[in-house]
Structures are given as structure tokens and as C-alpha cells.
């Protein structure tokens, strides 16, 4: 099954998608973690992704579109993925609409005001790229990954100056996603409107569409 998250910036996304990675044994391909590990290893395209990335912008369709195609086509992704950050405009959608088929677009519904206090209190671990949150997903000490023991950082991204801009590029360019999508009937919605609700909620709501749209399929 072929999966995409889409939503906000801070909706949960990549929280949501790691935890269901070995439950559903899909591989969870975020594009935000293959960029910042481009920009890691200080690659030609880690440089140039950066300035776009330390900015709240979106990079260039065309780049995205083949580093995803790539990810893709590895033996992994056969039985199919979570796409989560990928596609996030309607010129990606159609490109990734030729390279494969699509199952089941999970649209993650949140209001701003829990975006902007999530994402600035967001930690990203350096090594293994694990989230926490300083109010709602701390981790057992204090900057210190749980899985890895890697060091835990602020995004350069999830700087309060940065983090309008991206809702702001993500209403522009990302949400007629939207549209796009539930007129293929492919969206189904899940909303989180209390910053306090454990993921494990979520993840529950996210599984039991999951299971309706494969039952009603099969
Ligand atoms: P994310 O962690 O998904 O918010 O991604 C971090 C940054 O990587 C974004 O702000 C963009 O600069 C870049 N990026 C990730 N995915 C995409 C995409 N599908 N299209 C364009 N830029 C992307």
C-alpha cells in the first residue's frame, strides 16, 4: 500500500509515520530527512537544499521529484511506503502520479495555533533524526536521544521566524493538495485539536482508516 501523509508542518506527520513503519512493515520515506541528511554530508545538493530549507521554502520541483523517483525505485518500496513531506505541490503529485499508484491520502488536520507552539518546542535528534517536544514527547534525558544517544537540536527551520513562513508556503502551494486528491477519492481525514492527545491516539485513528480502506478494497 502506497501511503501519503499529508498536512502542515508540525502536524505530526513523520511522528505518526515512524511509529507505523513496523506496524504496517512499510518503509517511511521523509523527504525533509533525506534533505537534512544531504545537507549533513554537505553534498552539492545538501548546499543548495539548504538555503532553501533554513528559509521556510520549498526547493525546486524538479530536484525533489528525482531524488523521490530514486528513493522509489529501491527494492523496499515493492510492496509500497508512507510518503511523508513528498509530494508538496500539485506539480509533484502529478509527476509521482507517473511513477507509481497511489492508495490512500491521510490528510492531518491541526489548527496553527498548536502547529506554532509544537514546532517551536520540537527537538530533532542530529544522528537518527528521532522528534521530541519539550512539553509533550520529552525524552528520558535531557537532549539525549532515547533510540540512539544522539545529541537533540533545535531545527534551524523550527525558529519561531521561520516557522510563519512555512505555514504560510504550505497554505500556498501544499494545501490544494487537498482538492486534488479527494477528487481522485483518495483523502481521508484526521484531526488533532488538543496539543496534549499522546500520538498513540493518532496512530490508532490512522490505523483503523487504514484497515477500512483495505477491507473496502479487497
Ligand atoms: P520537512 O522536514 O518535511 O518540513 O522538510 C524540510 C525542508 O526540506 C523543507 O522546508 C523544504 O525546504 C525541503 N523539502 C522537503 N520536502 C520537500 C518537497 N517535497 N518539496 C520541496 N522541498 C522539500
Known amino acids: 500500500m502506497k501511503i501519503i501523509f499529508l498536512g502542515p508542518p508540525g502536524a505530526g506527520k513523520g511522528t505518526y509515520a515512524s511509529r507505523l513503519t513496523p506496524i504496517l512493515k512499510l518503509p517511511h520515506i521523509s523527504s ?3 534533505v537534512r541528511d544531504e545537507i549533513k554530508a554537505q553534498t552539492q545538493l545538501g548546499n543548495l537544499m539548504k538555503k532553501y530549507s533554513d528559509k521556510g521554502k520549498l526547493g525546486p520541483d524538479e530536484i525533489m521529484i528525482k531524488i523521490l523517483a530514486k528513493r522509489l ?8 511506503c508512507i510518503l511523508d513531506g513528498f509530494p508538496r505541490t500539485i506539480k509533484q ?16 488536520n491541526v ?10 518546542n520540537r527537538l530533532t535528534c542530529k544522528k537518527c533524526g528521532t522528534i521530541y517536544n519539550k512539553l509533550t514527547l520529552k525524552p528520558k534525558k535531557d ?9 537533540l537540536y ?10 510563519q513562513e512555512r505555514l504560510n508556503v504550505y497554505r500556498k502551494k501544499t494545501e490544494p ?18 496539543l496534549m492527545i499522546p500520538p498513540e491516539v493518532i496512530v490508532e485513528k490512522i490505523k483503523s482508516i487504514i484497515n477500512s480502506v483495505q477491507k473496502s478494497r479487497s
Request: proline fraction near 4%.
Open 32 to 34: 525533509g530527512n533525506m
Open 73 to 80: 525505485r529501491k527494492p523496499d518500496c515493492k510492496k509500497g
Open 93 to 108: 503529485a502529478k509527476a509521482l502520479e507517473k511513477i507509481s499508484k497511489i492508495d490512500l491520502v491521510i490528510n492531518i
Open 111 to 120: 489548527p496553527d495555533q498548536i502547529i506554532i507552539t509544537r514546532l517551536s
Open 143 to 151: 537532549n539525549i536521544c532515547d533510540k540512539c544517544g544522539g545529541e
Open 154 to 163: 533545535q531545527r534551524e527551520d523550527d525558529k519561531p521566524k521561520v516557522i
Open 177 to 194: 493538495l487537498i482538492e486534488h486528491y479527494k477528487k481522485k477519492n483518495l483523502l481521508k481525514d484526521v484531526s488533532c485539536n488538543d
